[in-house]
């Protein structure tokens, strides 16, 4: 698992662009798909997450839609039009960022 100062900055990127893929989701779904995709490499705690979710849905990029399960209301997370835009932007730029990354991690022999 990688460490939280090496994820912490790329959990809201990694939060808007799954749910963008995904249509809708909800917390504990994020989580649990995040940790399969990555092999448990990327382990978000509830802690992390519910306040980027919260201030994505105060940025407007995110809308939310509660559906009762049961007695239990499940709360479903999915990204605006405005969060589509936000979406490209961080997957442009987390993209670039992993290619300055390679620069100084796997330099080309001169």
């Given at each position: ?6 994820t ?16 809708r ?20 705690s ?12 105060a ?15 499940r709360?479903?997370?999915?990204v ?11 997957t442009e ?18």
């Open positions: 698992m990688y460490s939280k100062e090496l912490k900055g790329t959990l809201q990127p990694i939060i808007l662009t799954l749910i963008n893929e995904k249509g989701m909800y917390g504990y779904e994020i989580t649990q798909e995040v940790k399969k995709m990555t092999s448990g490499k990327i382990d978000i509830e802690g992390a997450l519910y306040p980027i979710l919260h201030k994505l849905e940025k407007k990029v995110l809308e939310t839609e509660k559906v009762f399960i049961g007695k239990r209301v709360k479903y997370y999915k605006t039009k405005e969060g589509k835009k936000m979406v490209a932007v961080v730029e987390i993209n670039d960022f992993i290619e300055t990354l390679s620069l100084i991690f796997n330099p080309k022999p001169i």
